[in-house]
């Protein structure tokens, strides 16, 4: 078919009739034909995208939608950045793959994110490019580890979400995407993780280290404990696709003590929460601590081009030439995005605009706090979370989320869901979202949760 640009409407959320519109449902039925039954956004959000701009993306039918999705957290500066579709075009005229070859633009790149992480750190620190996804730097940060300690075991969290590769998904807790893989990669041990909206442990929120990294310190330091000395111990700060779930600050600085204590290397997983989605370029940053390996992705070219590293303590470097490689590990024009949108962070206080954003945030779903039916309303920075459950016994309220999720979207705003039955309503716009768009966002998404009610 002819591909037919369409017009760019006026940037506001508007949408006419039921969705799909006629056009969106045309394309919906052509993937539901000819892709994978493995699609899932498009399930709950059926829409068709024509175009994008900043926080807003519109559909073939010329609905508009204010976009608290974001790529999944990929689009850091929105969508289509004109100065990074500048930098990225210039470097397509230039050069667009080289493998592991050193570029002007990868050195450029690989300057501007050291310069991001904190002294301490950019001084000892080396990166490796992997191929184009998160689960990809995963797989390396693992490997890596593996090489460099001789230890094959390794400790994860429940909850936690690594991604979708054989060797990531052996490190995530979701049960229901291992099931049906049999013969997953071993030696992979799940702890406590600090939700303390639903303890693991069901125990006091006010004992919250004590419970969860009491467990892990006991563990591995029982030399009848069962499990032997890992190879690495993998965490994130906050916890995404679990449902927005920062982490306790005692829970962290005791699982990082710990590690050092037992010389065990510590990788944070920054795949979403990287780049300044909390406020601080690196989530860890919020902890005071000092990982060992840090495994970004996401964000790192501000506007969706591929690209995905681990930064890692130069003690741990001994890997052999090619012991982890990827064809599209030198995407030229992802590079020059990236070290772009570094620019654009330091130029225009971005973080700073996060920061602030968040505190509005935080105000305006502050109503929320009195509902019976939000168990809790979370977040750092521009990812915040609201967990929906039944007050009378507790349980995930998963199809009164997909219920609100439904009611914004035909309302023109986009948000995600995640957390335990998909319950928690998560948020997650451009790093450079406004005021009057958090406003706009909140207005629709608080009449949603008053509007379709609880189940009854």
């Known amino acids: 078919m002819t591909r037919t640009p369409t017009a760019r409407p006026a940037l506001a959320p508007r949408v006419e009739g039921a969705l799909p519109g006629p056009r969106s449902a045309e394309f919906l039925e052509h993937q539901r034909q000819w892709e994978s039954s493995a699609r899932a956004y498009p399930r709950h959000l059926p829409i068709a995208i024509a175009g994008a701009e900043g926080s807003y993306l519109w559909d073939m039918d010329g609905n508009v939608f204010l976009d608290f999705l974001a790529g999944a957290g990929v689009l850091s ?11 990225a075009t210039e470097q397509m005229h230039v050069l667009t793959h080289g493998l592991d070859f050193p570029t002007a633009a990868k050195r450029e790149f690989v300057d501007a994110q050291l310069s991001m992480l904190p002294p301490s750190l950019s001084s000892r620190m080396r990166m490796h490019f992997c191929g184009p996804g998160g689960a990809n730097a995963v797989d390396a940060a693992i490997k890596l580890c593996k090489t460099a300690t001789g230890r094959g075991d390794l400790v994860s969290f429940q909850g936690g979400f690594h991604g979708s590769s054989h060797a990531a ?37 006010d004992t919250c280290a004590t419970n969860c990294v009491g467990l892990l310190e006991r563990s591995l330091r ?70 060992d390996v840090i495994i970004a992705s996401k964000a790192l070219s501000g506007m969706g081009l591929p690209v995905a590293v681990i930064f890692y303590d130069r003690r741990l470097d001994g890997w052999a030439p090619g012991a982890h490689t990827g064809t599209f590990r030198g995407n030229q024009a992802a590079f020059a995005a990236g070290a772009a949108a570094v620019r654009i962070v330091r130029r225009d206080d971005v973080l700073g605009n996060v920061r602030q954003r968040g505190r509005e945030l935080a105000q305006r779903l502050g109503v929320l ?88």
């Open 222 to 291: 029982d030399p009848n404990g069962g499990i032997p000395l890992p190879a690495a111990v993998i965490l994130e700060m906050v916890q995404g696709e679990g449902g927005i779930i920062p982490a306790d600050r005692d829970f962290v600085r005791r699982v990082r003590a710990l590690t050092t204590e037992l010389d065990i290397p510590l990788v944070v997983d920054e795949v979403q929460t990287g780049c300044g989605r909390t406020g601080t370029w690196f989530a860890f940053e919020h902890y005071d601590i000092e990982p």
């Open 369 to 456: 706090h009195g509902d019976v039916w939000v168990r809790e309303v979370r977040g750092l920075g521009l990812m915040w979370g609201i967990e929906l459950a039944d007050p009378r016994d507790g349980r995930p309220a998963g199809a009164y989320a997909r219920a609100v999720q439904a009611y914004a979207l035909q309302h023109g705003l986009i948000v995600e869901l995640g957390g335990r039955d998909d319950s928690v309503i998560r948020l997650m716009p451009p790093l450079t979202v406004t005021a009057e768009e958090i406003d706009l966002a909140c207005a629709i998404l608080l009449d949603a949760i008053e509007r379709c009610g609880p189940p009854q």
């Open 169 to 205: 998904m052996a490190l995530t807790g979701l049960v229901a995407q291992k099931r049906p893989i049999a013969n997953g990669v071993p030696g992979v041990h799940f702890f406590p993780y600090s939700y303390c909206a639903r303890c693991p442990v069901g125990l006091s929120p």
């Open 77 to 87: 500066l929105g969508h289509n950045h004109p100065e990074l579709v500048h930098a």
